[in-house]
Nanobody, 125 residues
């Protein structure tokens, strides 16, 4: 399974970006999906998760109210809408897929089976 992120870039503080995570896998609609990020010198950290049907989401407290995770199973794509961006949101953002159903979806990167290559998000002050 290959996941491909897109939509990263450079934005001023207070701005918005929408990240996409696309796959050609026909099993996408059964995957739990997560977004994680990794800033320079730090470990990979949880951002948000969404269940296979999009009914339930979870967010890290640092992004709650600013970021929205969603998915379109017909397009085999997951999204991360990021609003009111802050310089501390600067990181490489990764999408990840978990094959085995579980709720709540794990917030630890090791619980995910497939990963994208990442997309850089830089927020300037």
């Amino acid at each position: 399974v290959q996941l491909e992120e897109s939509g990263g870039g450079v934005v001023q503080a207070g701005g918005s970006l929408r990240l996409s995570c696309a796959t050609s896998s026909r099993s996408f609609s059964s995957f739990g999906m997560g977004w994680f990020r990794q800033a320079p010198g730090k470990g990979r950290e949880f951002v948000a998760t969404i269940t296979w049907n999009g009914d339930t989401t979870d967010y890290d407290d640092s992004v709650k109210g600013r970021f929205t995770i969603s998915r379109d199973n017909a397009k085999n794509t997951a999204y991360l809408q990021m609003n009111t961006l802050k310089p501390e949101d600067t990181a490489v953002y990764y999408c990840a897929a978990r094959v085995t159903p579980l709720w709540p979806l794990p917030t630890t990167p090791s619980a995910y089976n497939y990963w994208g290559q990442g997309t850089q998000v830089t927020v300037s002050s």
